[in-house]
């Protein structure tokens, strides 16, 4: 068992270690929704997609992990809400209803899940965050797809094409990215 670990409770996520207190969770929220709104800045057009490469993915299961299942869906919840109501913070800086809010619902769900999931210690170690992230993703593109072929009128087949393949690549450096992080972030505080 790694230091971190001993020093830390076992039903605790990064952010409980902050002081307790509802400012703090409003802090965290709001955080969690910006955070995620600037990560969709970074967006890279996909030839023969309307869905293009971003960071949200990234940071909606880095606030799952981080702030836990309830805090994380309390999060993206506002991201989503703010975003169809005009915030221009989904993926280029759009807003409203688009072909690829399907991906966004499933981060709601994925955030609750790796959240859920770091608080049962998954996100402590390189090999059980790996799991993590990639449920986590594996819960986006199962909602995501099925969005995209609904919403853009595809096939099955041409919605994983055009929403699922062309991602896999990126989507597992972001959660080789993920793996790094959170982890490193817990064996930081248990050398304080």
């Known amino acids: 068992m790694s230091t971190a670990a001993?020093?830390?409770?076992?039903?605790?996520?990064l952010a409980d270690l902050l002081p307790a207190s509802r400012l703090k969770d409003v802090a965290?929220?709001?955080?969690?929704?910006?955070?995620?709104?600037?990560?969709?800045?970074?967006?890279?057009?996909?030839p023969g997609s309307p869905v293009p490469v971003t960071g949200q993915t990234f940071a909606a299961l880095l606030v799952g992990t981080a702030l836990g299942a309830s805090r994380g869906l309390t999060s993206l919840v506002l991201y989503?809400?703010?975003?169809?109501?005009?915030?221009?913070?989904?993926?280029?800086?759009?807003?409203?209803?688009?072909?690829?809010?399907?991906y966004i619902l499933g981060m709601l769900l994925a955030?609750?899940?790796?959240?859920?999931?770091?608080?049962?210690?998954?996100?402590?170690?390189v090999p059980r965050m790996a799991g993590?992230?990639?449920?986590?993703?594996?819960?986006?593109?199962?909602v995501g797809v099925p969005y995209l072929?609904?919403?853009a009128d595809l096939s099955a087949s041409a919605a994983i094409a055009a929403g699922l393949t062309p991602f896999l690549i990126g989507d597992a450096l972001k959660a080789a990215l993920a793996m790094g992080v959170t982890p490193t972030a817990?064996?930081?505080?248990?050398?304080r």
Do not use: C
């Open 6 to 13: 001993a020093t830390a409770r076992p039903r605790e996520v």
């Open 28 to 46: 965290l929220v709001l955080g969690g929704a910006a955070l995620t709104g600037l990560a969709a800045q970074i967006a890279v057009p996909v």
């Open 80 to 102: 989503a809400l703010a975003g169809l109501a005009g915030v221009p913070w989904f993926a280029g800086g759009t807003s409203g209803a688009s072909v690829s809010f399907g």
């Open 111 to 125: 955030s609750t899940v790796v959240g859920a999931l770091a608080r049962r210690g998954a996100d402590r170690s």
């Open 132 to 142: 993590t992230m990639l449920l986590g993703e594996a819960i986006i593109y199962a």
């Open 149 to 151: 072929a609904y919403a």
């Open 186 to 191: 817990w064996k930081l505080i248990g050398k």
